[in-house]
Nanobody, 125 residues
């Protein structure tokens, strides 16, 4: 089992930045691909960004490239999501997810085995 706990969400204004963190406990963190998803009210959960077990490979939703950056610190069992120039459309609950790394940073939520409880990000205009 892997337990994931997100933090760093909050209420910000358009143009601000936030950094989300997700700390894992349980099995060996460095063997897992980590990803961020988000879900806005009334919408499906969507892929935001993911990072391979070593951090060498990343994957982003096309619409978020350039504003969001995913990174990880395996020594701290933590993955981060740096979000810059936030817009109201970024308002959502953000979830951290994990799955064993098999060489691909998957973008489909159903392929991830473990999930955090989510952290809310609200961007006001």
């Amino acid at each position: 089992q892997v337990q994931l706990v997100e933090s760093g969400g909050g209420l910000v204004q358009a143009g601000d930045s936030l950094r989300l963190s997700c700390t894992a406990s349980g099995r060996t963190f460095s063997g897992y691909v980590m990803a961020w998803f988000r879900q806005a009210p009334g919408k499906e959960r969507e892929f935001v960004a993911g990072i391979s077990s070593s951090g060498a490979l990343t994957n982003y939703a096309d619409s978020l490239k350039g504003r969001f950056t995913v990174s990880r610190d395996n020594a701290k069992n933590t993955v981060y999501l740096q979000m810059n120039n936030l817009i109201p459309e970024d308002t959502a609950a953000y979830y951290c997810a994990a799955r064993p790394y098999t060489g691909v940073v998957h973008t489909t939520s159903g392929t991830y085995n473990y999930w955090g409880q989510g952290t809310q990000v609200t961007v006001s205009s």
